[in-house]
């Protein structure tokens, strides 16, 4: 078993920058490839990023790409989203997830086992 907490959400305004970290306890991350989602309000969870388990491959959303990074330190099991450049359209619920997903399916939200509870992440214009 798996527990992610999620933590650094909070209010920045446009422009701005904010990093989420994901916690894990339980089980070593290592083995997983680790995602992150968002849920704006009204909307269904959407893939942001990945990252592979073995050789640190990561993977965007096109929405995100250029501005979003995400790591992973598994010497403390946890897991970064660094967010630059924010825009309003951003604002959603971050969660974070590990799974085994392939590389065909890790955008799906399906495919991860282990869900955080969600950080806040608003953006103001």
């Known amino acids: 078993q798996v527990q992610l907490v999620e933590s650094g959400g909070g209010l920045v305004q446009a422009g701005g920058s904010l990093r989420v970290s994901c916690a894990a306890s339980?089980?070593?991350?290592?083995?997983?490839?680790m995602g992150w989602f968002r849920q704006a309000p009204g909307k269904e969870r959407e893939f942001v990023a990945a990252?592979?388990?073995?050789?640190?491959?990561?993977y965007y959303a096109d929405s995100v790409k250029g501005r979003f990074t995400i790591s992973r330190d598994n010497a403390k099991n946890t897991v970064y989203l660094q967010m630059n450049s924010l825009k309003p359209e951003d604002t959603a619920v971050y969660y974070c997830?590990?799974?085994?997903?392939?590389?065909?399916?890790?955008?799906?939200?399906?495919?991860?086992?282990?869900w955080g509870q969600g950080t806040q992440v608003t953006v103001s214009s």
């Open positions: 990252i592979s388990a073995n050789d640190g491959n990561t």
């Open positions: 339980g089980r070593t991350l290592s083995n997983y490839v």
């Open positions: 997830a590990a799974g085994l997903p392939t590389i065909y399916s890790l955008t799906r939200a399906g495919r991860y086992r282990y």
